[in-house]
């Protein structure tokens, strides 16, 4: 048999052995792979790494409690506990439709008023050891607004854990620093003060807890945070 010959058995045998898909067949398009969820986080350093491996598995599991739903404008961040297996969540809605805006006839736009002010809300949720545990985080809940009283935007908060804010509480964010506190009952239902300080620009963070009557923290928490990607206002 010649060389022509072989090759014509060979491709015989190849469509009767090996059949084309059938995407090949009707011409509709070779269907794709799911791409792996990313975790679009970069873990601090080696230090972090058990609590950045359980912040992956949620992600990668779907777990809605680490998908943030602040928009642009807002806060999401993953902060990482050192060295435990801990971290919480801090997501906060961005400025959304500001209280009075007029035209500027510089920026050729509608801007808002300088005593304008938008509505936020925002949440934190604590993990340890991968499964949720809100013991950890004594802030769950924010309500506040969002208002330029100089040139910078800021948040203020109204209501933190449903409650007005008082001199033991509150959540103030600018463009350099988040600060958050709150005063609640431990299980001994002795009250506490919790301070929680991040400088936006390197992500740490430091947390207090001090007794009512006491002036210096009984103990003290310091970790890294990192950015999570904020959601595009069209998306639901």
């Known amino acids: 048999m010649g060389t022509s010959g072989i090759a014509t058995l060979c491709c015989l045998v190849t469509v009767l052995v090996c059949p084309r898909p059938t995407w090949a067949q009707t011409g509709s398009p070779k269907p794709s792979t799911p791409a792996p969820i990313p975790t679009s986080v970069v873990c601090p350093d080696k230090s972090y790494d058990r609590a950045c491996k359980s912040f992956e598995e949620l992600v990668r599991a779907g777990?809605?409690?680490?998908?943030?739903?602040a928009s642009t404008g807002g806060v999401a961040l993953v902060c990482f506990r050192q060295p435990e297996d801990e971290f919480f969540i801090l997501d906060l809605g961005g400025p959304g439709t500001w209280s009075s805006r007029h035209f500027d006839s510089i920026k050729k736009a509608i801007v808002p008023d300088v005593d304008a002010v938008s509505r936020a809300l925002g949440s934190m949720w604590s993990f340890a050891n991968g499964v949720e545990d809100q013991s950890r985080m004594p802030i769950r809940t924010i309500?506040?607004?969002?208002?330029?009283?100089?040139?910078?935007?800021?948040?203020?908060?109204?209501?933190?854990?449903?409650?007005?804010?008082?001199?033991?509480?509150?959540?103030l964010v600018s463009e350099s620093q988040i600060e958050a506190s709150v005063r609640f009952q431990n299980r001994l239902q002795k009250n506490i003060d919790y301070r929680l300080v991040i400088q936006r620009s390197t992500g740490r963070?430091?947390?207090?807890?001090t007794d009512e009557s006491g002036k210096l923290p009984f103990q003290e928490g310091q970790g890294r945070c990192a950015r999570l990607p904020l959601k595009k206002p069209e998306e639901p």
């Open 143 to 171: 309500d506040g607004v969002w208002e330029f009283p100089g040139l910078d935007l800021t948040f203020d908060a109204k209501k933190v854990n449903s409650k007005d804010v008082d001199e033991h509480s509150g959540v």
């Open 63 to 69: 777990d809605k409690a680490v998908t943030p739903t």
């Open 205 to 209: 963070f430091t947390e207090t807890y």
